[in-house]
T-cell receptor, first 116, second 110 residues
Framework: DTGVSQDPRHKITKRGQNVTFRCDPISEHNRLYWYRQTLGQGPEFLTYFQNEAQLEKSRLLSDRFSAERPKGSFSTLEIQRTEQGDSAMYLC??????????????FGPGTRLTVL | SQKIEQNSEALNIQEGKTATLTCNYTNYSPAYLQWYRQDPGRGPVFLLLIRENEKEKRKERLKVTFDTTLKQSLFHITASQPADSATYLCASHNNNDMRFGAGTRLTVKP
């Protein structure tokens, strides 16, 4: 399967703990996005990378959230000192964006986070 | 502020009928709009893209329109089937800003 993969698929943690999620994009895609989705809502943009450079972060992204894409391939999203409000589905997407190319994104299955 | 909205949370139709879903945007002009399908517990799956200079785009039983005057896109599924039941999301991309609507949950009853 050459699609976007995410690990883990489910994570249950206690409030105050740190969690890290991993995303492996489609190999030839240069852009990688992270979104958060809660029940009944569309995906909410968090941040994106073009190759290894983090080009944009949502103003909604608190400083407890950090993302990396060290070699321009896989990416990690870390949430420090988790809060119950962080409970959501975290989606990763990749694309061949940039320039005149339209940015059709291919999504992974998501990581569902539950903070107790 | 810039918004993208889908004006119905749920749509129920009978098998064989045409489903029409609406997406409206305000206070910006996206270069293109996209429609995605999302099944429960899964990530969105890309369906169609329409550019601002295109009026209509088709793919099999799917049709999308883009009216820049009304600031609206319509998504149609003709000859609907129970397997079409899912949540459909519209998304806009303007510069580096990707926004999704909240989605419309479509149920096609046999």
């Amino acid at each position: 399967d050459t699609g976007v993969s995410q690990d883990p698929r489910h994570k249950i943690t206690k409030r105050g703990q740190n969690v890290t999620f991993r995303c492996d994009p489609i190999s030839e895609h240069n852009r990688l996005y992270w979104y958060r989705q809660t029940l009944g809502q569309g995906p909410e943009f968090l941040t994106y990378f073009q190759n290894e450079a983090q080009l944009e972060k949502s103003r909604l992204l608190s400083d407890r959230f950090s993302a990396e894409r060290p070699k321009g391939s896989f990416s990690t999203l870390e949430i420090q000192r988790t809060e119950q409000g962080d409970s959501a589905m975290y989606l990763c997407a990749s694309s061949l964006g940039g320039g005149r190319r339209t940015d059709t994104q291919y999504f992974g299955p998501g990581t569902r986070l539950t903070v107790l | 502020s810039q918004k993208i909205e889908q004006n119905s949370e749920a749509l129920n139709i009978q098998e064989g009928k045409t489903a029409t879903l609406t997406c409206n945007y305000t206070n910006y002009s996206p270069a293109y709009l996209q429609w995605y399908r999302q099944d429960p517990g899964r990530g969105p799956v890309f369906l169609l893209l329409i550019r601002e200079n295109e009026k209509e785009k088709r793919k099999e039983r799917l049709k999308v329109t883009f009216d820049t005057t009304l600031k609206q896109s319509l998504f149609h599924i003709t000859a609907s089937q129970p397997a079409d039941s899912a949540t459909y999301l519209c998304a806009s991309h303007n510069n580096n800003d990707m926004r999704f609507g909240a989605g419309t949950r479509l149920t096609v009853k046999p």
